[in-house]
């Protein structure tokens, strides 16, 4: 209008350079949380699987030396070199009914693991021996009725079942056979198509006297084992009595044998064991030798009074480290600072290894 001024109001918002300007910033903010995720997903994966190798690991340790420890136990008898066995099998025909050795170690598959996928560079372990815990003294033989006689007051229908194997060791020796009957006071041996493998003598070799002790008998074999999609696992069979009829006392059908496999952890890669030998009587372990190869000399695993077992542990799930891994395994393998030794993993998994050593104490001496 006539005789008013002004001016012209200026233009308010973000130059296209400002626009861009904060596009980047917001883009360096996003990317910089999302690689805060990324670190803290993969550091939590890398903590959940060293979580889970470390407890693998103290479980299989656990239940090895548990069952080393105990191997080779016969009562007063020294080591299982004492024995005699009145099975049908007789000794070396059969992991189940070979008791010649109270250990066993095999640097891979035995004859009879080939459904069982066993895993091929790791060994095979073997351990035999009487369960003390049910025990009967043995008061009387009835050689002629093969029968051992036990007036201690228990029942014995509630520590043995037909079927059975079993040892009756003194100090001076012992024979492993197979119940075919048990009653409140007595066990029976006699050669009877009732039971599998069945025994040989209606009277056994060893003759034992009063005084003698019967105990069950257990061999336990570990091994690792795939189970398909790169799945492994530290796998156990152990010796059993599958009843087919009747009952304690009774002679129904029943068969010993090794029980199918059961997992005792999953993530075990390999196992490795070397055999701790004393060359010098003093109960201490002189030297360490690896396992004798199938079919050779195996006085070693008689000999030896300790046992080394090294574990290769992986993780359950892959893509947790940013590379693969290098290891030593076994653990006693000659490894450098340089990387001379080390085995390349071919994933990215998690590997670690444990490693441990035990005594047999039932072989040492006084």
């Known amino acids: 209008m006539p005789g008013e001024t002004g001016s012209l109001k200026a233009q308010d918002g973000m130059t296209l350079v400002e626009v861009m300007i904060a596009m980047v910033l917001g883009l360096l903010v996003l990317m910089a949380i999302v690689q805060i995720f990324v670190g803290q997903r993969q550091t939590f994966a890398l903590a959940e699987a060293t979580n889970q190798v470390q407890e693998t690991g103290r479980i299989a340790m656990e239940f090895l030396s548990r069952a080393g420890r105990n191997t080779d136990y016969w009562g007063c008898l020294q080591d299982a070199s004492g024995l005699e066995s009145n099975l049908n099998a007789g000794n070396g025909q059969s992991v189940a009914f070979d008791f010649s050795h109270g250990l066993g170690v095999y640097s891979g598959p035995m004859d009879d693991m080939d459904d069982l996928n066993p895993v091929a560079d790791s060994h095979v372990l073997v351990f035999r021996g009487a369960e003390g815990g049910d025990s009967a003294r043995v008061d009387a033989t ?205 994933d990215r998994h998690l590997y670690r290894v444990y490693s441990t050593s035990m005594t047999i104490r039932n072989r040492l001496t006084e």
């Open 142 to 346: 009835a050689s002629n009725s093969g029968g051992l006689r036990s007036d201690s007051g228990r029942d014995l229908t509630r520590y043995f079942k037909p079927g059975d194997l079993m040892v009756v060791a003194d100090c001076g020796g012992g024979e492993i056979f197979q119940a075919t009957s048990v009653q409140q006071h007595q066990v029976r041996h006699q050669p009877s198509a009732n039971v599998t493998p069945g025994n040989r003598n209606n009277q056994l070799q060893t003759d034992p006297g009063a005084g003698a002790r019967m105990m069950g008998v257990s061999t336990q074999r570990f091994f690792v084992a795939e189970h398909g999609e790169g799945r492994y696992s530290l796998m156990i069979q152990e010796i059993r009595g599958t009843t087919t009829g009747g009952g304690p006392g009774g002679g129904g059908g029943t068969t010993a044998e090794l029980g199918p496999p059961r997992e005792v952890v999953s993530g075990v890669r390999a196992m490795r064991v070397r055999l701790g030998l004393d060359t010098d009587g003093d109960n201490a372990v002189d030297a360490w030798e690896a396992p004798p190869a199938q079919g050779g000399d195996e006085s070693a695993l008689d000999e030896a009074i300790g046992l080394r077992i090294s574990l290769l542990v992986r993780s359950p799930g892959g893509e947790v480290t940013e590379e693969p891994q290098s290891y030593c395994f076994p653990a006693w393998r000659d490894c450098t600072d340089s990387g001379e030794g080390l085995v390349s993993a071919q």
